[in-house]
């Protein structure tokens, strides 16, 4: 069973740093392109950045220059650091990934996967 484990979020002052972790684990035979969502109650799911296999990386324009987002291919974990947080950041992030795998008697499938989610709180 595939599972997304998302760590490292929790209040920080505005100006500050965090840096999210998000790791895949169970049966995987490959990741496809990693993502970082957040979202705010009653607003709609808001794609923050993204990064495919090869390491191409895309931002939300509100994030450019602040976020940067990477990923550990052997270690199947994506991150998020955050840098230069504001108040509007504050928010539940989650990671999605595009998971690959084999299940006994069946080709190749690729599914997303999502993490449970990890409170950010920037303070002004």
Do not use: H
Request: net charge neutral; hydrophobic share 30%.
């Amino acid at each position: 069973q595939v599972q997304l484990v998302e760590s490292g979020g929790g209040t920080v002052q505005a100006g500050g740093s965090l840096r999210l972790s998000c790791a895949a684990s169970g049966s995987i035979s490959g990741i496809d392109d990693m993502q970082w969502y957040r979202q705010v109650p009653g607003k709609q799911r808001e794609l923050v950045a993204s990064i495919t296999n090869s390491g191409r990386t895309n931002y939300a324009d509100s994030v450019k220059g602040r976020f940067t987002i990477s990923r550990d291919n052997a270690k199947n974990t994506v991150y998020l650091q955050m840098n230069s947080l504001k108040p509007e950041d504050t928010s539940v992030y989650y990671c999605a990934a595009e998971i690959i795998t084999r299940p006994y008697g069946r080709g190749y499938i690729q599914e997303d996967y999502w993490g449970q989610g990890t409170q950010v709180t920037v303070s002004s």
